[in-house]
């Protein structure tokens, strides 16, 4: 049987911490759909289409690119992977501190979606800092980006703050 897992987050933008997430996801599911959050209430950096293409450019060079779809999505989570056929969440647990806002959006997921669960994976320690809120906000003061995000969305945060 073919297993796919959908990785769902804001991706605003993808940071190192999300791309060995999902190195680690490709390793477990045959299939990994990331599927970015578009929240027209949430203030974000990058249109869902710009943090797509940045997913897309960050990845293209791995040999498991071909694994990884890349989506867009608004309202309900449940509902995207319903639609999907998909039974299993991926999510990215850092620190304890994620874990209680985690442990309560999967079982919400579940009480919604009996069906579908969620799967807690953690990113290497050298990663467990790194989230897309710091990221922006080196970004906003010109730091230096290098070991945070892949190359092309160290360029794409520095334009979209020099714009
Ligand atoms: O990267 P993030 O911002 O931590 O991702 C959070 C996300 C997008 C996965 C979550 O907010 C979400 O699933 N939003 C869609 C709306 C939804 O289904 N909410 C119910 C779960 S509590």
Redesign the pocket.
Known sequence: MKRTALY?????PLTNGHLDILKRAVQMYDKVIVTV?V?NQKKSVFTGEERIELIRNSIKDFDWAGQVEIEQFT????NFARKKNVTVLL?GVRQISDFEYEF??AL??RR?APEIDTVFLMPDEQLTFIS?TIVKEIALWGGDLSSFVPDNVATALHKKFSD
Do not use: H, Q, Y
């Open positions: 769902p987050g804001s991706f605003d959050a929240n309202g309900l989570l449940i999510r309560r959006m919400t997921n919604l897309a």
